[in-house]
């Protein structure tokens, strides 16, 4: 455990750390973030104390039951970290943890990345007010970058903190998420704190979401009702939906960013992919969707800083499903090759990475 941890903090849909005094923050960005993530944690009490409660709502009784459920079978079946993450609850009376501010250049969607010390090189800057976050973003605007913010329902602390009192809670953010959700939330949050690759997002989100669909899917097999699974199910089919159209498009930006032409070409040309992107997305919700309008934000305001960042969550997702089955579906063993891999040099992290898919083949 490094020294003077709680010194600096960065915030991520999948991480939060915490650094040194000093790095390219600035003093009052570390200030917000420790006063922030120590009124969150202030807040959190044990589950038991919940339950036990006459003042807590029956619905939310039943949520902190499941939940705990969900963080027993993370444990037993998952192999994820036994600690005392997500056994206490907060109500922090707001409808996000944090408000992520993520930027890219108007021709790429390569993201802007902020370093901090202990952890790293990230492509995000989190806060826990969110007018400051809106106040950097106008800052990045100003300069040109195309940005997003978005409220982040969940972070994790990477199990670098002692003592339950700093452990990961519970919160109202997403304790009330359909079933599926809610064990896909836990379990991609406490993959976190199994391997942390530094300066590499990437790899680090691609990780956890490998696990939290591993996961989530074992979950719904074995754990759930009927009802939760068709649930589940509608729902996975429209974000398959969503991540193979952005995919497309993300590809033809890129190739476009990287192609022959001025500036002024790309521009024009990105912006008639951005309006088929659009059009896409409303042929879906007609004819696939039923009029679902859950990612009508999302497009609505789509730019490459949006685009860059699902890349993140998402780019070497197969990569990992496929050392998954290369480690015989071992969760212990798959967990220790993906440690392995996360403290080599970046080349050689990737390379390794790259060939699982071909080890199975082998």
Request: some cysteine; hydrophobic content about 40%.
């Amino acid at each position: 455990m490094r020294k003077k941890l709680l010194a600096g903090v960065v915030v991520g849909l999948g991480g939060l750390a915490f650094g040194l005094l000093g790095g390219c923050a600035g003093m009052g960005y570390y200030a917000q973030s420790v006063s922030g993530h120590l009124d969150l944690v202030s807040r959190a009490k044990p589950v038991p104390d919940w339950l036990a409660s006459p003042d807590t709502p029956q619905a939310l009784k039943e949520r902190l039951r499941l939940s705990q459920r969900m963080r027993d079978f993370a444990v037993i079946t998952l192999r994820l970290p036994d600690n005392a993450s997500y056994r206490r609850y907060a109500d922090l009376q707001r409808p996000a943890a944090v408000w992520n501010v993520v930027a890219a250049p108007p021709l790429s969607l390569r993201l802007q990345t902020w370093c901090f010390p202990v952890m790293g090189c990230v492509g995000y800057r989190g806060y826990f007010h969110q007018d400051e976050a809106e106040a950097y973003a106008a800052q990045l605007r100003a300069q040109g970058q195309e940005v997003l913010v978005y409220g982040v329902p969940a972070y994790s602390t990477l199990g670098r903190l002692p003592g339950a009192w700093f452990s990961d809670p519970l919160l109202n953010t997403f304790i009330r998420y359909p079933e599926g959700e809610l064990a896909r939330m836990i379990f991609h949050e406490l993959t976190h704190q199994v391997a942390y690759a530094d300066h590499d997002t990437v790899f680090n989100e691609s990780f956890a979401t490998a696990v939290e669909r591993l996961g989530s899917a074992l979950w719904l097999q074995q754990e759930s009702t009927p009802a939760a699974v068709q649930a589940y199910a509608e729902f996975n089919a429209r974000r398959e939906d969503f991540r193979a159209l952005t995919g497309r498009y993300r590809e033809r930006l890129e190739a476009v960013y990287a192609g022959p032409g001025s500036d002024d070409d790309k521009r024009a040309a990105k912006a008639e992919l951005m309006t088929q992107m659009r059009a896409e997305h409303q042929r879906l919700k007609r004819d696939s969707w039923a009029g679902y309008t859950g990612y009508d934000a999302w497009f609505e305001r789509a730019n490459n800083a949006s685009l860059g960042v699902l890349s993140a969550y998402n780019e070497l997702v197969p990569q990992f499903e496929q050392l998954f089955e290369q480690q015989g579906r071992d969760f212990e063993r798959f967990y220790a090759e993906v440690q392995r891999l996360s403290v080599l040099p970046y080349a050689e992290r990737r390379a390794g990475l790259q060939a699982a898919p071909q080890l199975i083949q082998d």
